[in-house]
């Protein structure tokens, strides 16, 4: 169980915040902050946020307790563990579809996502050269058009954000990350919270945006919000692409996979959940669209940095530290596969990671291009980047979840999972209920209603 990993000189990490810091870091990004709140509005308020909440607690929760014990008990990169256990437990080879499909998801995601927090660079840079300041609303909302049309200023800033997921890639994911989400979450935190006071107090509109998260209209409640909702729940948890299993690899022994699967879990959707209190009121305040889509943060939040005092400075940190909840994320994106090349392969890994992120960076293009208008290509009326999105979110990493699901519950010895999870018998049995038919079938379900 304690065998060296091949991917760092230390067996784990030195100690058990450190792990639930980099799950955490892995979670909480643009998921929650930029993701959370447009999906909500475009999906009616309440009713998603209802939906994406039972995701959350019936199958987020028992699989992120899943992914992390495989990979602690294995310690090796998830397609590695996964080959390990086949192996050990003479099951078909074709599990490791499980680890490919996971590096797929992060691949991809990593190519919009970076594009995506290229926004947030370009934001903290514009507010903070005075680029925003005297506008009114409209003109904010021009400013994003002006970003996203501009090929030039995008690939600048997803460049730059992929530059970025690189040097700290590359110099082996313990090392700077855990003093700098030290720091970087709670001031991320720490901001989160005093434009929740500006919400309260400032836009007069707060009870109406808590009302339109909260209050359920079950006419919303429909096959379509399902689907964007289990999808939701995944990307935000990291889910369903063997990011926390390859990050469970360096979990200590003698933490608490349950209650660091429950923090993790708990961190991240207070995150989201501030993040939609935070946009509604302003979008309410300020006469927005909740449905206005992708740019929804941007503009909303741009328009109130606009009429705050000091609001140069909040919008500075608050996109900065946006982006930099996007890096820990990013980082979690690329382990997958890096960790699977540096055990496969020769490379070195500064060379691994250049080519990883060499490859990321091109298909990034395709998504600026698709915002800016010089790629037209749609399929099923959905253009590159929604078709990127809609291909991760709701189909990869729910097959992805679906496979592991199965695999822990089913292949997977139940004393291996109960070893790992520590639980008593009574929750543990719960627990392998809900990770053998609960999730499951949920997952099915949706998966099959959303491909037909
Ligand atoms: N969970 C991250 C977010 O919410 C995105 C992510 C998805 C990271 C999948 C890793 C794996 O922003």
Redesign the pocket.
Known sequence: MSGQNPVTSTKTWANRWTFLLAAAG???????IW?FPYIAGQYGGGAFVMLYLICIAVMGIPLLMAETAIGRHTRHSPLNAIRQLTNELGASKLWSMIGWMGML??FL?LSF?SVIAGWSLSYAWQIVSGGFTGMTTDQVGDAFGGLVSSADRQIFWHSAFMILTFAITARGIHKGLEKGLQVMMPALFALLLIMLGYSMLETGQFMRGFEFMFSVDFSKVTGEAVTAALGQAF?????G?C?LMAYGAYMPANNSIPRTALNVAALDTLMAIVSGLIVFPIVFAYGLEPSAGPGLLFVSLTAAFVHMPMGEIFGFLFFVLVAIA?LS?AI??VEPALAWLLERTPLSRTVATIILCAAIWFVGLGTVFAFSGDFTFTLFGKNFFDLLDYFTSNIL?PLGGLLISIFAGWVIKRSTMMNELGLSVGMFNLWRAMIRVVVPVCVLVVVITTIF
Request: proline residues 0%.
């Open positions: 892995s979670a909480i990004g643009l998921g929650n993701k998801a992060g995601i996502y990307f935000t948890l990291s889910l692409m990011a996007a994320s979690s994106l990493l």
